[in-house]
């Protein structure tokens, strides 16, 4: 059976404005490209959990998931790495942005900007998603999000 590995990403809000941050020219996949704070799940360990630690080591943030925006599936680098990715909204809790290895530059932007920016491309529909959001749900609306394995 081939393995399939599961990554996530973070659309972290913060006095609505968006944490992007601009990965490294020494990354191995999507060099010098913007994006939101994503990462990888490790082994026997719940998405939820994961995607708030990945914020925390590239980031230096303390964030909580509001909800899944969205899914999908892609290959990374190639047909040998295929990879399950689950996009969470997160709301910035604490902390002052100290970016790791992984990334070189970061800004905070707004969903009109987000959607304009042709390196977020990917990530359109999970802005998209936040900005139909905005329009229905109240703004202290968060969903119960379960962290145990099954």
Do not use: Q
């Not at 081939?2 to 609505?16: H, Q």
């Not at 941050?21 to 060099?31: L, N, Q």
Request: proline share 3%; with cysteine.
């Amino acid at each position: 059976m081939k393995k399939v590995y599961v990554g996530m990403g973070a659309v972290i809000e913060k006095e609505n404005k968006y944490l992007i941050v601009k990965r490294s020219p020494d990354r191995d996949f999507a060099p010098n490209i913007w994006e939101v704070v994503t990462g990888r799940l490790d082994e026997d360990e719940h998405p939820v959990i994961g995607i708030v630690r990945e914020i925390r080591e590239e980031t230096g943030l303390e964030a909580k998931v509001l909800m899944t925006l969205n899914t999908g599936f892609f290959y990374r680098g190639g047909k040998e790495f295929p990879m399950v990715f689950i996009t969470y909204y997160c709301k910035y809790l604490s902390g002052k942005v100290k970016l790791d290895w992984e990334h070189t530059e970061f800004k905070w932007i707004t969903l009109e900007e987000a959607l304009e920016m042709k390196d977020l491309l990917h990530f359109h529909t999970e802005f998209e998603n936040i900005k139909k959001l905005k329009e229905f749900v109240p703004k202290d609306f968060e969903l119960e999000v379960r962290t145990e394995i099954m």
